[in-house]
């Protein structure tokens, strides 16, 4: 009986539930009916005519208040949007040509320093020390030099006296050589003696022998000449070689004031005072080349040719956009584009170069990109607001004496709340711009002032 008992009222609740759901479904559609006739009932659709018909649509005695505007024909560039992706010019990790110790740091991370500022400085005692070494060296060569020249010189004149003295000599000689064959015939002919003979005889020997010493003193200076010049050309090239070892020195002193290659932003210093560094191992500090500035996008490879053949024209205009509220669009050229298509995206990169003053373009962001091919003249252009969606595509309201109609249209691209009508409108015919959710074929419109 307890089962029995709890059962009954169960089942007359499910009843009372089924009622009171029908009874909810019948006021909802009560309520949009009632709705509809609100919203439509306004615009004469369901009024009925004096035989008691409905009357056709455009009679409405209360017009729709829409906004105009006119089909106008304007010059548009053709565009291809993309969304790209910011670059630096350069960025570079500086890293130290010597092995040193960080003496100071000269900028702030994060600051914009300028081409030839300096940044870091490493320690330079023992670079300026070997530096004053090597040019010690180079000094004590170059006297070396002078004392070895002076030395030349001094050969030189013992050369020039030898050869004198020699020339001197030859002439001694043959005239004692003269004497000796003239006193021959004349003791021959009996008209001197045999002692006069024997002295023209001892003179031209006397004088060959000395003739003899002079060449061999010319000889002998020449030789000490020539290695005294040899000792002037070795000491040249010792001087030389010193004044490379001064050369090295000075590039490894110079080493020690890291300076910016080129004008950037600094990121995070990696080192401290008082850090060893090792040569070409230890990262300093990065320095990104932001202005100018990178704009690296990709497009369908189906843009190509027609990129190509506008590009061979003259430079390519690019526009930028941030993603943020900014309506500001900065301006660029198209400096690259790749020479292969991606096979896996089936895009060809391409990189617009932005003059960037006023560092508002950081490395790492995202923009919308506006690659202009060319200009489109004489096209037919709409406020975008006019453009609407429906099952069948898109479409505008074209007023015809007084009347809306529904105008299917073939958009093209859009620029600046404008876009472009590859077919369906003419210049000069009157569309809707605002209040076309209210309208229906047939309407009547009133034109509403902004």
Known sequence: MANQTYHRPAKKASVDTGVTQRWIFIILLLIALVGLYVIFG??????????????????????????????????????????????????????????????QVNFHEGQFVQSGQLLITLNPRTFQAALDQSVAMVNRDTAQIKQSQATVDKDKATVAQAEAALKRDTAQYNLAQAQERRYANLYQQGYVSREQYDQMVAAQKSAGETLKSDSAAVKNAEAILESDY??????????????AT????????????????????????????????????????????????YIGFSVPEEDLPEIKRYQDQGKLQVSARLNTTSSERFQGVVTFVDNNVDPTTGTIRIRGTFQNVSHQLWPGQFANVHLTITQMKDAIVIPSQAIQQGQKGTYVFVVQRGLAQIRPVETGNTVKNLTVIRHGLSAGEQIVTDGQFMLAPGFHVKVRQS
Not at 86 to 92: A, G, Q
Not at 230 to 243: F, R, W
């Open 42 to 103: 306004s615009h004469g659709v369901f009024k009925k005519k004096s035989m008691g018909g409905i009357e056709k649509p455009g009679t409405a005695a209360k017009p729709v208040p829409v906004k105009v505007t006119y089909v106008e024909t304007k010059t548009v560039p053709v565009e291809i949007d993309a969304i790209g992706n910011i670059e630096p010019i350069n960025t570079v990790s500086l890293k130290p040509q010597v092995d040193g110790q960080v003496a």
């Open 230 to 243: 040899a000792a002037v050309q070795i000491a040249k090239a010792v001087k030389k070689s010193d004044e």
């Open 246 to 293: 001064v050369a090295t020195n000075q590039l490894k002193l110079a080493y020690c004031y890291i300076t910016a290659p080129y004008s950037g932003r600094t990121g995070s210093l990696m080192v401290h005072l008082g850090d060893a560094v090792q040569a070409n191992t230890t990262n300093l500090v990065s320095l990104s080349q932001i202005d100018p500035i």
